[in-house]
């Protein structure tokens, strides 16, 4: 019984610890824990924090951000890079594996970017955990249309279709001669 006791209340003294260290790191950020959503869950040993994933926000990064001049969901957005339908994802899912697979083709993205946005687009860690929630949910996705686009990439979007649009009617002239 002793020992079982002196076990449980080192868990319990470790759970708080973690509690605390959520407050600490908080607190050293400038939030309160409440504020960001952190908790003890979030933190998975000293120092490393997994942010909370939100995607209702993932969906307005994606757009802001320009993710979806290449990419589409529902039909909606670019067809340079490859969709990133929910339904197409696997589950369950790691969301540092999805961030690898981008890491792996990031030469190609950041050059893409540069192209159709004019830079390169810049993410937090909180940003990245938001879009990886996105992408991989389904009925935030059935949210998602023309709407959500602001006005500059609608404009970019727009006139990379009419720049297709051109070399399609190139090509066809020069097939004509």
């Known amino acids: 019984m002793y020992r079982y006791t ?14 605390l260290s959520a407050q ?3 607190a050293s950020h400038g939030q309160t824990s409440e504020s960001e959503g952190l908790t003890a869950q979030n933190f998975i040993s000293t120092g490393l ?5 939100n995607a209702a926000r993932g969906r307005q990064i994606f757009a802001s951000k320009g993710c979806v001049v290449c990419h589409s ?17 696997k589950t369950p899912m790691n969301p540092f594996d999805f961030t690898a697979s981008m890491w792996r083709g990031a030469e190609a993205m950041v050059a893409l970017q540069r192209e159709e946005l004019g830079d390169s687009i810049e993410l937090t860690g909180q940003d990245m955990a938001d879009i990886i929630a996105f992408v991989h949910d389904g009925a935030e996705q059935k949210n998602f249309s023309d709407s959500d686009l602001p006005p500059r990439i609608k404009d970019l979007m727009k006139h990379g279709g009419d720049e297709e649009q051109e070399d399609d009617d190139e090509h066809e002239s020069d097939k004509r001669k």
């Not at 924090?49 to 994933?53: D, E």
């Not at 969901?73 to 994802?89: F, Q, R, V």
């Open 6 to 19: 002196r076990i449980l209340t080192g868990v319990i003294a470790m759970s708080a610890g973690i509690a």
């Open 24 to 26: 600490a790191y908080a």
């Open 49 to 53: 924090v997994i942010p909370n994933m």
């Open 73 to 89: 969901i529902n039909g909606i957005g670019g067809e340079d890079a490859p969709p990133l339908d929910a339904s197409t994802m």
